[in-house]
């Protein structure tokens, strides 16, 4: 059976891999990568086989899932077609944020079937959620393929790459840990035990959100029902969006898309 090649040892193909061996995948895990303590703890955590020769992990492929930073898929790509393996006929899944098809596909020419793919670090648990975009040419077998390795460990959304960019600064779990943080620590200054403080927040992120996705509610009604006009809700939340709440959730979401647009640059 062939495998399914991780080209990249770091924290997301780590994620992956977990949720992957946490959904008892059946497909064989091969991972590579230059940094021979990333593959050791890999194999060790999650009994992978591992390569060292960036030739036979592509042989091996029937999927190969590029995991390096953006600033290095040029560099690895240009070395699969040093190293004279057959990659053309492969589908190529990219996790590179902000690396448009046009790039990937200029690396490896016309043959070479790409996806890319933009998942979650919370993957590991098996609740990830990873948009797809598909190259020209991709045929329903292999949307399928790629749509099922992400389903193993959460949900998967096909979005035009048009979408990318503002997807990606968008569903990061970095927004709720920062939320979490920052609403803790307001807490803890207006005189919450520092222990307590966290789990309020948590409860108001979390345990709020999971109602919603779970009730079918409408937002407007769920805040209408959670903020009673003239209560202490609704003042909070008053006075966050005279601060300019609106404003810096959008400011931050612009720098994030620009981040992820100079990605894309030569």
Request: proline letters at 5%; aromatic letters at 6%.
């Amino acid at each position: 059976m062939k495998s399914t090649v991780f080209l990249g040892g770091g924290h997301i193909a780590s994620a992956l891999v977990a949720g992957l061996r946490l959904a008892k995948y059946a497909r064989p895990i091969v991972v590579y990568d230059h940094n021979p303590e990333k593959l050791r703890a890999l194999r060790r955590q999650f009994h992978v086989d591992t390569a060292h020769d960036l030739k036979s992990a592509v042989e091996q492929a029937e999927m190969l899932v590029v995991a390096v930073p953006p600033a290095s898929v040029a560099g690895l790509l240009d070395e699969v077609v040093a190293c004279g393996a057959p990659a053309r006929r492969r589908l190529w899944v990219s996790l590179a944020a902000g690396v448009p098809l046009r790039k990937l596909r200029s690396r490896l020419g016309p043959p070479a079937r790409w996806v890319r793919a933009m998942p979650s670090p919370v993957c590991r648990i098996g609740h990830g959620l990873t948009a797809l975009c598909f190259d020209r040419g991709i045929g329903q077998a292999e949307r399928t393929r790629a749509s099922r390795l992400f389903a193993h460990v959460g949900a998967v959304l096909a979005i035009p790459e048009l979408q990318f960019d503002a997807f990606t600064a968008t569903y990061s779990s970095s927004h709720g840990y920062h939320a979490l943080q920052t609403l803790a620590a307001a807490a803890d200054r207006a005189g919450l035990d520092p222990r307590v403080a966290r789990t309020a927040a948590a409860h108001a992120l979390s345990d709020g959100i999971l109602y919603w996705k779970q009730s079918g509610q409408s937002l407007t009604r769920l805040l209408h029902e959670a903020a009673t006009p003239g209560g202490i809700a609704a003042a909070t939340m008053l006075a966050m969006d005279k601060s300019g709440y609106a404003r810096m959730v959008a400011s931050g979401l612009k720098a994030g898309i620009a981040r992820a647009r100079r990605n894309a640059k030569p």
